[in-house]
């Protein structure tokens, strides 16, 4: 069955950089977009950011946009997080999700979720 894991989560800094990490199994990974969402404390989940199959259609938040960079590397089914400059706004549970098909925006799988906290 679909299993993704998230790793790389933690405590940080204002400003601090932190890469998450999402490793895929269980399924064909290079056939289906994935994203990365995220839960603030209090409210909804929500889309930080998506990358098609072959990784040439990326998109993300306003709130990360310049900041954040989603990556992917089928040959060895993960999925990225780079996270720059990082807000105390960013923390939250960050969880990735697998579409329906390539270029897919609906997600039908999820991961359990790593925490990130950002400190002013």
């Known amino acids: 069955q679909v299993q993704l894991v998230e790793s790389g989560g933690g405590l940080k800094q204002f400003g601090d950089s932190l890469s998450l990490s999402c490793a895929a199994s269980?399924?064909?990974?290079?056939?289906?977009?994935m994203a990365w969402y995220r839960q603030r404390p209090g409210k909804e989940r929500e889309l930080v950011a998506y990358?098609?199959?072959?990784?040439?259609?990326?998109d993300y938040a306003d709130s990360v946009k310049g900041r954040f960079t989603i990556s992917r590397d089928n040959a060895k089914n993960t999925v990225q997080l780079q996270m720059d400059s990082l807000k105390p706004e960013d923390t939250a549970n960050y969880y990735c999700?697998?579409?329906?098909?390539?270029?897919?925006?609906?997600?039908?799988?999820w991961g359990k979720g790593t925490l990130v906290a950002v400190s002013s």
């Open positions: 999700a697998k579409s329906y098909g390539a270029n897919s925006r609906d997600m039908g799988s």
């Open positions: 269980g399924f064909t990974f290079r056939l289906f977009a």
């Open positions: 990358i098609s199959w072959t990784g040439g259609i990326t």
